[in-house]
């Protein structure tokens, strides 16, 4: 099973992505099948089988895989995410995040507060963003109160991917885990599009993303202007 947020254009290919290959997960690959025959037939009921909010985030064969299949606008699986990273030690204090989009939308505006949260809870809180108005919004205080985030924001105009890395206590442990998918932080991403995000607790796979983050932070390119 593979995920990842490319799209098949050529300009994609000279973008980075997340891809990430899952092996030997059964359950997570029913999961992945079954939603694509849900697209296929344009519903969310196939066979008889209806998944409502709480049928579209789904644990793979052991607990440390799941998938969210979006739109999750009741759920909003990302926040939630957040929210249960509830403490950083040194050594173990990341919470990465790579995004196309940031907008001024209500869902925005609660990452944002998380994110504030963390960098205030003692995390080495880093966001690279596609879109320089993405970096204008999250940066900015006065727009409204749950911005004005002033932990660490670069752009690079040259990269696509989705992902949010975690090396801190998250649900109660101390853990690594890595979520990629093809989701965006914005509203329509939440309410409206067939997205997937993909959660690995591994922490051989999440260092490798670590390290291409770091990569991308020290070398930044031009952010995309529109």
């Known amino acids: ?13 000279e973008h980075a992505q997340n891809l990430l290959v899952s092996r030997d997960d059964p359950e997570l690959f029913s999961h992945y099948v079954n939603h694509w025959r849900r697209l296929y037939v344009n519903s969310w009921t196939w066979d008889g089988q ?23 606008p009741e759920k909003q699986p ?3 995410v957040l ?4 403490a950083c030690a040194p050594g173990n204090d990341r919470v990465f995040v790579e995004a196309s989009l940031f ?13 504030k949260r963390l960098h205030a809870l003692g995390c080495d809180v880093r966001v690279i963003l596609q879109k320089q108005s993405g970096v204008n919004t999250l940066t900015n205080p006065l727009l409204l109160e749950n911005y004005g985030f002033q932990g ?14 975690i090396d801190a206590q998250y649900a109660g ?7 990629v998918g093809s989701y965006n932080i914005t509203q329509n991403s939440l ?4 997205d997937t995000m993909l959660r690995v607790v591994n922490g051989w796979v999440t260092n490798r993303y670590i390290d291409q983050f770091e990569k991308m932070w020290a070398n930044p390119r031009a952010c995309d202007a529109e």
Not at 103 to 115: G, M, Q
């Open 103 to 115: 907008d001024k939308s209500e869902y925005s505006r609660e990452i944002a507060n998380e994110l």
């Open 173 to 179: 442990e101390w853990r690594k885990a890595v979520f």
């Open 191 to 194: 309410r409206s599009a067939n």
């Open 83 to 86: 929210q249960n990273v509830t």
């Open 50 to 72: 209806t998944w409502n909010e709480a049928d579209r985030a789904r644990y793979g064969t052991n607990d440390l895989s799941r998938v969210y299949f979006y739109p999750m």
């Open 78 to 80: 990302l926040v939630g």
């Open 1 to 13: 099973m593979l995920q990842t947020s490319t799209n098949l254009t050529d300009s994609q290919g």
């Open 152 to 165: 660490g924001v670069r752009c690079d105009g040259q990269h696509h991917n989705k992902l949010l890395l």
